[in-house]
């Protein structure tokens, strides 16, 4: 089961680049790793999604190094809008359980 | 991206009562659907596992005989909460996969027993 751990709590200030670390020590070969955004009382929105090295869309950049037991997901120029929490996991064939989550305050 | 249709978005309802809640990948077809409740500030938990055309997977702690969960076809599943207590009280989530393992959520549901 591939467990992740992740800060609880981030603050940052509008404008910034906020970067997100979380650790999946044992995830699995054919994991994916992939990172979710929840907004109070609305399900989890994918944000983005790799296997290795650096993946970037319109939204955000995931960094993983070759290991492979981290991840960070990095937000440009936050705005109070990205006020969430965001959530890795290891995407496989196991069954998907969620860690704590970083609850992402941004300040005006 | 793929979206996953959930109804109601809210429910009350009163003790004793059964509620049922779908929910439908619109764009995709989910071999596998999951079913999560989160309490207020606390992270998703989940409940089950259910592949299409057979029995769902419940994690431990979790009563199949008072979350029925129906997942008939590639496109469809239900969570049926039987005999509401207000314990019951929660937001329910579902979500199906996709290609490369991506998880698309339903917009949940507030479920509120009086």
């Known amino acids: 089961l591939a467990k992740t751990t992740q800060p609880i709590s981030m603050d940052s200030y509008e404008g910034q680049e906020v970067n997100i670390t979380c650790s999946h020590n044992?995830?699995?070969?054919?994991?994916?790793i992939t990172w979710y955004q929840q907004f109070p009382s609305q399900g989890p929105r994918f944000i983005i999604q790799?296997?290795?090295t650096k993946v970037t869309n319109e939204v955000a950049s995931l960094f993983i190094p070759a290991d492979r037991k981290s991840s960070t997901l990095s937000l440009p120029r936050v705005s109070l809008s990205d006020t969430a929490v965001y959530y890795c996991l290891g995407l496989g064939n196991e069954k998907l359980t969620f860690g704590t989550g970083t609850r992402l305050t941004i300040i005006p | 991206g793929a979206v996953v249709s959930q109804h109601p978005s809210w429910v009350i309802c009163k003790s004793g009562t059964s509620v049922k809640i779908e929910c439908r990948s619109l764009?995709?077809?989910?071999?596998?659907m999951f079913w999560y409740r989160q309490f207020p500030k606390q992270s998703l938990m989940l409940m089950a596992t259910s592949n299409e055309g057979s029995k769902a997977t419940y994690e431990q702690g979790v009563e199949k005989d008072k979350f029925l969960i129906n997942h008939a076809s590639l496109t469809l599943s239900t969570l049926t909460v039987t005999s509401a207590h207000p314990e019951d009280s929660s937001f329910y989530i579902c979500?199906?996969?996709?290609?490369?393992?991506?998880?698309?959520f339903g917009s949940g549901t507030q479920l509120s027993v009086l």
């Open positions: 764009d995709f077809q989910a071999t596998t």
């Open positions: 044992n995830i699995a070969t054919n994991d994916y």
């Open positions: 979500s199906g996969r996709g290609a490369n393992e991506k998880l698309f």
């Open positions: 790799g296997y290795k």
